[in-house]
């Protein structure tokens, strides 16, 4: 079968002039809307990534006898380190699926003896409740990492128990490449923590001024260190709402404890994460609001066990326009990526927006 891959290769040879490169220059850069509503390019640079790669080795304590199985997009930066950069680095084995089942999961996971999973809580939990675990040999895995959207706190324990296998719960985002606090498993797991700031990155939790709380105080959650990136690119403006002094205001609220664990408390902006996807409901809103029939609308996050939160949308129709539910979740999905669509349209006679 025709390659264009191996046309090219067989062109060759070929010679590449390698530029010399420092820690500073930039590696890659990967789009996100995460901190300001809108996708820019935050640039990720050599040293950015490289405080990523010694992760699974610090964290989990992991080395070239480990194999993990990649069930995460390796454009996702979480996926990319864990599943990529982490284990090029110590020289561990990474099993990828060409299609995604629970079974499949369990089936790979007992067949490629693989000792860690680094995925959202969604698949954790879906591991949990599969009726089918049993029928499956995994006393392989050693360890799973969650990341990308909170797991539930009495969650893990019951795990824990059923699958023998220790959860390890971590905070990132992609201006930090991504990961910037973590467990770990030589030290004490405290339910509805995020654990501590990985080697070489600082964390404080400040006021609106700026300004250092003390312990136990609930304030933003602001970073520094090695793994925070250069920019946005070409966005200078962006940039400095997120980079302030060396910092990096992250828009996550939280507290730290006398032990310097995180805790995640909530966000500062209106944005609804869903199996580890940032969603910004104004977006959504403003789709909505095309449509002919609707007057407002307002979108909120909805709890949701699986999904952490799924997206919900309540909608004041105009006067003597009859739509439907199901014609404007046609119209959105038009418009947005299918994690983005709501999952619900609640019809409501007045709308209290938050804001107001």
């Not at 971590?170 to 910037?180: F, K, M, N, R, W």
Request: net charge negative; charged share 25%; proline share 6%.
């Amino acid at each position: 079968q025709p390659s264009p891959f191996l046309d090219i290769i067989q062109k060759g040879p070929f010679t590449i002039a390698i530029p010399e490169l420092t820690g500073d220059d930039p590696a890659a850069m990967i789009y996100t809307s995460g901190l300001t509503g809108k996708p820019r390019g935050a640039v990720l640079t050599h040293q950015n990534l490289y405080t990523q790669s010694e992760l699974l080795r610090t964290v989990v304590n992991s080395d070239e006898r480990d194999i993990g199985l990649a069930v995460i997009p390796l454009f996702h930066s979480f996926g990319a380190v864990a599943n990529m950069i982490s284990p090029l680095r110590i020289g561990a084995g990474v099993v990828l699926m060409e299609r995604f089942t629970l079974d499949g999961i369990f089936s790979m996971i007992e067949k490629e003896k693989v000792t860690y999973v680094a995925a959202v809580p969604r698949l954790f939990l879906g591991m949990f409740f599969h009726e089918k675990a049993d029928n499956y040999r995994i006393d392989s895995l050693k360890v799973c990492i969650t990341g990308g959207a909170a797991m539930p706190a009495d969650f893990i324990p019951l795990f824990e128990k059923k699958f023998g296998v220790r959860i390890m719960e971590g905070y990132g985002l992609t201006e930090a490449s991504p990961v910037a606090s973590f467990s770990r498993l030589n030290m004490p797991q405290k339910p509805g923590s995020i654990g501590i700031p990985i080697p070489r990155v600082t964390a404080r939790i400040v006021d609106e001024a700026g300004v250092e709380l003390p312990r136990g105080a609930v304030g933003e959650l602001i970073l520094q260190g090695e793994n925070v990136m250069k920019g946005y690119y070409k966005d200078e403006k962006a940039t400095a709402q997120v980079l302030r002094d060396g910092w990096l205001y992250t828009g996550d609220l939280a507290r730290m404890d006398e032990e310097g664990y995180i805790y995640i408390t909530g966000r500062k902006k209106r944005m609804i994460i869903t199996s580890g996807f940032n969603v910004y409901p104004k977006e959504i809103e403003d789709v909505l609001n095309l449509h002919p029939a609707v007057q407002e609308s307002l979108v909120i996050g909805k709890e949701d066990l699986l999904r952490g939160e799924t997206v919900k949308a309540l909608v004041v129709r105009k006067p003597d326009a009859p739509v439907e539910e199901r014609e404007l979740l046609k119209h959105c999905r038009t418009y947005l990526s299918s994690y983005k669509a709501p999952r619900e349209i609640e019809f409501a006679e007045k709308i209290d927006h938050p804001e107001k």
